[in-house]
């Protein structure tokens, strides 16, 4: 599926469960959205079990402020617990699935996202391992000088900051060097085209939520 139309469907169901309480639609969304991540992504299922772990703790405390001080506790807690991990399976199922670049590619051609946010979002990705390298090397330094630098203090991060502001001089450079110039026509090396097919997708699911919201009892 064209990941700008992939992106918008999360977002759109995100938003319709957020609006309406409903239980039947969050199981059915995790049902789905698990047997989807089963199906593509198989070798990431502990990414998955993860990411379960991680909001098992606010679910349940979602869950419990519900049942001993909500209105309707028990079923509020139930829905907002599952409301919960269909978030995080709907954000997995995208995020697991979807190459960052092609999501780039699609908002900057399909969505018209521009072209200097797209490039920067993605640089900024792409020197996320490098920025984590020179974070080691900062520590090293400051080790032999005497200077311990704590992950949790700020001096190290600002230290990194500086680095940074140096390698978006650098990106700016070689990107005009390639001949990017902002708000000018372009053409695309690797085309993504939102086809037919895409748009059944988009529309057949969207579909398939509201008739779940309209049968299904809340």
Not at 63 to 90: H, I, K, P, W
Request: aromatic fraction near 12%; glycine fraction near 6%.
């Amino acid at each position: 599926m064209n990941p700008a139309l992939k992106l918008l469907l999360i977002v759109l169901i995100a938003f319709e469960i957020s609006l309406i309480p409903n239980l039947t639609i969050n199981l059915a969304l995790i049902i789905v959205c698990l047997g989807y991540l089963i199906w593509k992504q198989g070798r990431q299922l502990k990414t998955v079990g993860t990411f379960s772990l991680i909001a098992l703790l606010p679910a349940l405390g979602i869950f419990f402020s519900q049942v001993y001080y909500g209105t309707n506790g028990l079923y509020m807690g139930s829905v907002l617990f599952t409301r919960l991990y269909a978030y995080v399976y709907l954000g997995l199922s995208f995020s697991l699935t979807t190459p960052m670049l092609r999501l780039a590619q699609a908002l900057e051609q399909n969505a018209h996202v521009p072209s200097k946010f797209v490039y920067g979002v993605l640089a900024a990705i792409n020197l996320v391992p490098r920025f984590q390298q020179e974070l080691k090397v900062i520590r090293a330094s400051g080790n032999m000088r005497g200077q311990v630098l704590h992950p949790w203090g700020p001096t190290i991060y600002f230290k990194a900051l500086v680095v940074a502001l140096g390698w978006s001089n650098h990106l700016a450079r070689a990107m005009e060097s390639q001949g990017f110039v902002e708000d000018q026509p372009r053409t695309f090396a690797n085309p993504i085209r939102i086809t037919k097919r895409d748009w059944l997708v988009l529309l057949g699911a969207l579909v398939l939520v509201q008739l779940v919201l309209f049968l299904a009892p809340a």
